[in-house]
DNA sequence: ATGAAAGCGCTAACAC
DNA sequence: GTGTTAGCGCTTTCAT
């Protein structure tokens, strides 16, 4: 309409082969003059694609989410889409179906729940989500025939864990669990449970904390007044053994050869406590990564095609000074060796 | 169309009154049952408005970009905004022109730049930025009066915490700064070096890291090498503090009373550390939340009422063992003494 | 209280 | 190669 033409400009926009160099040239000086921007909201009314795909996220401050989301909005960026990203407060349903609905209303194409953790309510969210919909992925979620799940097995992570202190001969192994609200708070504790039964071993004393290192304070405090003769710590997050390992230092408690300790997430700074922390790594990024290209991998196969699938991503375990590797190697019958294997950092101990 | 009308819809969906109640459960019956839900991007189209801010960060894997990303994304939630979060691989040039260009597409109504530091290379950017455009926040950069900015001021914070170390009689006092590519890294250290100035003292060995705690361990070594007699040291990042006080508790070094230590950036944990370590809070939250506040005003007034904003946010000094409160009270005379009050926590030190 | 008409800014399907 | 027509799904404005 301006200069020459009308929508030879969507032409030239769009890079298409069929149109002149001389009105291109034309086309892109008046675009470049008129500082003319196409509407990306406007293509995506008439193309039926957003581009988009939605995050719905619970406590950022977490490292996890964090991690995870990073993870996502990085996948989403290698393959040309987007990300909205929802923060909310709570996962409770009533909060989150208006959510849903407004990702649904912006024509997202995929949908990706990244909570720090989900629990039973998130079956009450699968439950309302309308049945007409984009894919959706499911982070940290129970197993479930209708939707797409990514994970770690927590169980197994968690008997792992607790191997590895049985393997340096501790036998009064106690846990510092996570909120057991948390389902994966649960599962840590219950492998702990079962690699003690597997052992003939009675568990340690328990207490739960919050996941944050104040709470791995006076939760390491009230298990030392249970048993002051513990000799093997599994720990439910980092955060929470740096709790305990400020207490036991302050307490002159030698670790490992008094008190061996392990923790779970595999924070990049678990090197650096003091000492230096051996704890079972999860990834986090590639979580969000995975579920970016599950979302796209359900689009191109939007034919009737199977796409829900339950991914379970493996962990390491990552050797520190808290809890060294036992002097007789890792058994190499175990089933997991690979995905498992454990990762031996520079346990660093200077001086 | 449907059952009965055709764009009485549209004034149902909006709530408007002047629909008879019958007519209303008729639509939202057929809505209901035909699963429609109203497309989002049409009705931007045609008002004009996205509710959408556009966030480019980089680095999100930093905890102190979470941290901000999650403080905006909680504000626009609360205002009725979304986020449309473009995370960046790194902030040159080349790369952020386009992701401007995508996110002026979309027609946000406004963009914030959060990364983990500006350096000179913002400028540029600035430049690039095309006339027309919705406002815009930046994020920890040199206050410019073009744009708004929101940050601290690194370099008093930076006094503020070494000042803390001279109350303590330290005189040999060193610095691990962070890489002095980034701005912040090099405020800090000049916040340092006038600080050992006013004080008539000559500055201790100073070694750079990359932020992360491996970075610390090994500085703070060739630190140590340069000079094994320092009594006091401003590490840039707590990250960097932990390494250095893994490397302090391995070789016996007693901290506080052989080596006082402070760190920058107030991690929740490092109250948790061995020993708690003292350091300097950024309100990294809040400056999300207040760059989303700034949007907002700006939206509103756009007159051509000044909108552009520099902010600096106050930091706070939070005191744990690893610099303990200096035996005669901060001065009263402080100039910033409000803003920079010291925050005492409980710094934990059991048995 | 409701319907009809026009248009937001683009692209798809055809003509020319 | 380029212009024309139509329509994506809404919200206006004006009639009724």
Chains 1, 2 share one sequence.
């Not at 990073?70 to 290698?78: P, T």
């Not at 009675?202 to 739960?208: L, R, S, Y």
Request: negative net charge; charged residues 20%.
């Amino acid at each position: 309409m301006t200069g020459v033409s009308t929508q030879t400009v969507s032409r030239v926009l769009n890079k298409r082969p069929d149109v002149s160099p001389q009105t291109r040239r034309l086309v892109e000086a008046a675009i470049e003059e008129h500082g003319f921007r196409p509407s990306a909201v406007a293509r995506s009314l008439v193309q039926r694609r957003s581009q988009m795909i939605g995050v719905i996220a619970a406590g950022m401050k977490y490292f996890g989410v964090a991690q995870t989301v990073n993870g996502i909005a990085e996948a989403c960026e290698a393959s040309g889409y987007s990300v909205i990203l929802k923060e909310l407060g709570s996962f409770d349903v009533p909060d989150i179906v208006p959510v849903v609905e407004f990702l649904l209303a912006h024509r997202v194409e995929g949908i990706i729940f990244a909570p720090p953790q989900m629990g039973a309510n998130i079956r009450h969210v699968q439950d309302q989500l309308p049945a007409a919909r984009p894919p959706v992925v499911f982070l940290k979620a129970d197993p479930t025939p209708e939707f797409s799940t990514i994970g770690i097995d927590n169980r197994s992570a968690a008997m792992r864990a607790t191997e590895h202190l049985l393997a340096l001969g501790r036998t009064r192994i106690a846990h510092l669990a996570g909120p057991l609200e948390w389902r994966e708070a649960r599962d840590r504790r219950d492998g702990w449970l079962a690699a003690l039964s597997d052992a003939g071993l009675e568990p340690g004393p328990m207490v739960a904390g919050d996941w944050g290192s104040p709470s791995g304070v006076t939760a390491f405090e009230e298990i030392l007044a249970a048993d002051p003769r513990i000799d093997g710590l599994f720990v439910g997050s980092d955060q929470m053994a740096l709790g305990a390992l400020q207490v036991a230092n302050g307490r002159g408690i030698r670790i490992p050869d008094q008190l061996a300790i392990v923790g779970f997430d595999g924070l990049p700074e678990a090197a650096q406590f003091t000492p230096s922390l051996t704890t079972i790594r999860q990834p986090l990024a590639e979580m969000g990564r995975l579920a970016v290209r599950e979302l796209l991998m359900a689009l191109k196969a939007d034919l009737g095609v199977d796409t829900v699938h339950t991914v379970e991503l493996p962990t390491e375990l990552i050797v520190g000074d808290s809890a060294p590797m036992p002097p007789e190697r890792a058994r190499a019958t175990d089933p997991d060796a690979e995905s498992m294997a454990p990762v031996v950092t520079g346990g660093q101990r200077p001086g």
